[in-house]
């Protein structure tokens, strides 16, 4: 709201802090209620589906209309996502599950490495490419201590027709120094051929995993999940304030590959906007001085569309999405 007060003071300004999906989508409501015609946020929910639109998509696509405008950060894991077909590798040793993901395209590897900070927790969502709700393959995620195989912490709900296709997991090192891990999907049940299938995962975490240690397996593209892969919200990537022509490293990127109801490849993100800027909030010592990532980026662009709609309030949505996004 500092950002956007910065850039268009004479807007008038609303909050609404949602705690669930359901609460979010309610809060879109709520403030299209109250007279909102530019609406921005900054949030994720975990179980937004990526291969599909969920409740919060299709309010925002909603919003988006009739001289409104959306506008959501389209998020800082670039450097934190993985996507890729599933390679089936048997698992010869035999128990509960019959194969694993191979991460390798050619040779062997069935674990992606990366070390995890003492003191560093994380949340790790797998999803894959059933529909949502109705989820008939069934993989499980792992967390394993790279020495010696040891799982510390693991993900193995069932998938059996009335599901989401959708496992997380999540993990404090609290050893007392870095710790090399490594993350394994497992197969348990399939109904579908397996070379049909997609794997994607996202390691969310705030303790600089992605822009330090970083991940032996990663794919930027792709990295887009949720409502910031309507086509018809304003998803804004970062640019550092400092490098205002170079998108920054952790910035999502596109595009977003939907499979249902139909598969479409969507070009998100399709605006970008400053971020690492200096707010009063943070010089008082509230919040993080500079604030970086997509959650700064996103309030430059809601800002400009007040300052469109103020001088002309007449603009349709789409005519102000496309002078937005074609100046």
Same mark, same amino acid.
């Given at each position: ?8 003071? %004479?807007?008038?300004?609303? @909050?609404?802090?949602?705690?669930? #999906? ?24 975990? =179980?937004?589906?990526?291969?599909? =639109? ?12 009739? %001289? ?6 389209? !998020? ?5 996502? *993985? ?27 069935? !674990? ?7 003191? &560093? ?12 709700? $109705?989820?008939?393959?069934?993989? +499980? ?15 193995? !709900? /069932? ?22 891990? /490594? ?31 970083? /991940?032996? *397996?990663?794919?930027?593209? +792709? ?5 910031? $892969? ?19 490293? *952790?910035? $999502?990127?596109?595009?977003? #590959?939907?499979? @249902? ?11 970008? %906007?400053?971020? &690492? ?17 997509? #959650? ?20 349709? #949505? ?7 996004? !074609?100046?």
């Amino acid at each position: 709201l500092e950002i956007v007060h910065d850039l268009a003071p %004479g807007a008038a300004l609303a @909050f609404y802090g949602p705690v669930t #999906s359901a609460d979010m989508a309610a809060g879109i409501g709520a403030l299209a209620t109250a007279g909102a015609r530019v609406v921005v946020d900054d949030l994720l929910f975990l =179980d937004e589906p990526k291969f599909e =639109d969920g409740m919060i998509a299709e309010a925002a696509r909603a919003f988006a209309s009739g %001289g409104n405008t959306y506008v959501t950060a389209a !998020g800082n894991e670039a450097l934190a996502h *993985y996507r890729a077909p599933y390679r089936r590798l048997t698992n010869a040793s035999g128990g509960d599950y019959p194969a694993f993901h191979n991460y390798a395209a050619s040779g062997t590897d069935i !674990g992606n490495t990366f070390t995890v900070p003492n003191g &560093c927790s994380l949340v790790v969502v797998l999803q894959w490419n059933n529909p949502a709700g $109705a989820a008939t393959d069934d993989f +499980d995620l792992f967390l394993s201590r790279s020495s010696d195989g040891r799982v510390l912490a693991y993900s193995a !709900g /069932f998938q059996t027709g009335s599901q989401d296709a959708y496992e997380a997991l999540t993990y404090t090192n609290t050893t007392g120094a870095p710790l090399s891990t /490594f993350l394994a999907v497992a197969e348990y049940t399939l109904t579908h051929q397996a070379a049909g299938l997609v794997l994607d995962y996202f390691v969310y975490e705030r303790c600089g995993i992605a822009l330090g240690t970083g /991940f032996q *397996y990663v794919t930027s593209a +792709d990295s887009v999940v949720g409502h910031a $892969a309507v086509s018809e919200v304003l998803s804004v990537g970062a640019v550092n304030a400092q490098t205002p022509t170079q998108v920054a490293r *952790y910035s $999502a990127q596109g595009p977003a #590959s939907i499979s @249902f109801p139909a598969l479409e490849s969507r070009t998100v993100p399709n605006i970008t %906007g400053v971020d &690492c800027v200096a707010t009063e909030v943070g010089a008082l010592g509230f919040f993080p001085d500079p604030f970086c990532g997509t #959650s700064a980026a996103a309030p430059h662009v809601a800002a400009v569309a007040a300052l469109m709609l103020e001088r002309n309030p007449s603009l349709t #949505s789409q005519q102000l999405w496309d002078v937005l996004t !074609g100046t």
